[in-house]
């Protein structure tokens, strides 16, 4: 193994040969699109203004592939090529390096939004970003190329997953009293919680609970919202929905206790169980109050 390390350094040292301000500067972009800030922005756009139960459905298997990176990486605890080479890498980053999440949330992100779009174009540009976020990992050095490699056969194992049983599971759940889907709620985000308290899983599963809460409290009581509607009511929902996630993301971050302190792990789920439910629930609830939802016929 040290071996393939080594190789991976020298390759990170032969791509950073090229290296500049503006090539730094376009791959911080491209790697920024594998960013929890950024799919915070693009997993509520596809609840508000795309398709809502495309949007639950998407979150479900991103939430649980985040769970099992974590896992992933843990399980293999391998090194960053920064921790055996100091100063190859141009952003900063903890933790450890197999798989890469930013690879693996780039072939399940892009390639289930390309799978819902059903154009080659579509898969094109699904698999360019792929590659293009992937390969930042290795031109900022905080990834070996083995890590990437990693996380792309994790991602394509998990969205082939998707794929293939999530159109079956849907129609089963949706057949279900509200109860099961409760119990199985609360069932499937405590028992993985168990398994492992860290504050990545804990982000996973509270945002999990959350959305699924959220959901089955909008069908329950009965709001009849869709994502259907004229461009300034989308552009509307997307704007204020924004503002209180941002709200609930950076104020509680600033109110809660922060890593280290007492409460910190218990604080943290709530915080991302309340950016759940905003997502599912708080705010389709205010769209539709306010009139910025259409009704589904």
């Given at each position: ?173 949706l057949e279900q009293r509200w109860q099961v889907r409760f119990a199985l709620i ?112």
């Amino acid at each position: 193994m040290d071996a393939i390390w080594l190789w991976g350094i020298e390759l990170i040292r032969l791509i950073q040969v090229v290296r500049g301000p503006v090539l730094d500067g376009i791959f911080k972009a491209i790697t920024f699109l594998g960013d929890q800030e950024f799919l915070l922005i693009l997993m509520p756009l596809i609840f508000w203004n795309v398709k809502f139960r495309t949007g639950i459905r998407f979150a479900v298997t991103f939430l649980l592939a985040v769970y099992v990176n974590v896992l992933l990486k843990e399980i293999f605890a391998h090194p960053r090529p920064f921790d055996l080479t100091s100063g190859i890498n141009l952003i900063e980053i903890e933790g450890y390096g197999l798989p890469s999440g930013h690879a693996q949330s780039a072939v399940i992100v892009w390639g289930m939004i390309a799978s819902e779009v059903r154009e080659k174009w579509a898969w094109v540009g699904a698999v360019a970003l792929m590659v293009l976020i992937g390969f930042s990992r290795i031109y900022l050095g905080v990834h070996f190329p083995t890590d990437v490699l990693g996380g792309w056969l994790i991602g394509a194992f998990l969205l082939l997953l998707y794929l293939r049983f999530s159109p079956a599971a849907e129609a089963w759940l949706l057949e279900q009293r509200w109860q099961v889907r409760f119990a199985l709620i609360i069932g499937v985000s405590s028992v993985l919680l168990l398994l492992r308290i860290v504050p990545d899983t804990v982000l996973a599963l509270a945002t999990l609970a959350g959305i699924g809460l959220g959901g089955l409290l909008l069908d329950q009581l009965r709001i009849r919202f869709t994502a259907d509607g004229s461009i300034w009511q989308r552009a509307a929902r997307f704007f204020l929905g924004i503002a209180g996630l941002l709200i609930l993301y950076a104020g509680l971050k600033q109110l809660f206790p922060g890593e280290g302190e007492s409460f910190y792990l218990l604080m943290r789920f709530v915080r991302y169980l309340l950016i759940g439910l905003w997502v599912s629930w708080i705010a389709p609830y205010f769209f539709d109050r306010l009139h910025l939802a259409t009704e589904q016929a």
